[in-house]
């Protein structure tokens, strides 16, 4: 069981990256799945949770309007779309699952999480 985020790098403030969480040795679909951050320091933040059709999303205020978590279940991986990136959104990225029955069931309760993967380190710097 696997989740490996990628697509980080560095960005100038304003600019936008598209992440990517790819799961192996499990059907994503049968997940909840969850994007995540950290600081050095500091403790994980959950930023954005989607069902397991895809059909509902949440995100955290100080995200919303800037990223969008998607997930496409026949290529086992899910999305976060990073625009108008800000310094104090540098840090180390991952997901994560959460079992849910219900397919249109997501929590934003970041204990439910679990199977973190190796994150993808996003740096906003000019």
């Known amino acids: 069981v696997q989740l490996q985020a990628s697509g980080g790098g560095l960005v100038q403030p304003g600019g936008s990256l598209r992440l990517s969480c790819v799961a192996s040795?499990?059907?994503?679909?049968?997940?909840?799945i969850g994007w995540f951050r950290q600081v050095p320091g500091k403790e994980r933040e959950g930023l954005s949770y989607?069902?397991?059709?895809?059909?509902?999303?949440r995100s955290v205020d100080s995200v919303k309007g800037r990223f969008t978590i998607s997930r496409d279940n026949v290529k086992n991986t899910a999305y976060l779309e990073m625009h108008n990136l800000k310094p104090d959104d540098t840090a180390i990225y991952s997901c994560?699952?959460?079992?849910?029955?219900?397919?249109?069931?997501?929590?934003?309760?970041?204990?439910?999480?679990?199977?973190w993967g190796q994150g993808t380190q996003v740096t906003v710097s000019s």
């Open positions: 994560a699952r959460s079992w849910a029955g219900n397919p249109s069931y997501v929590t934003d309760r970041n204990y439910e999480y679990s199977y």
């Open positions: 040795g499990f059907p994503l679909g049968d997940y909840a």
């Open positions: 989607i069902s397991r059709n895809g059909y509902v999303t």
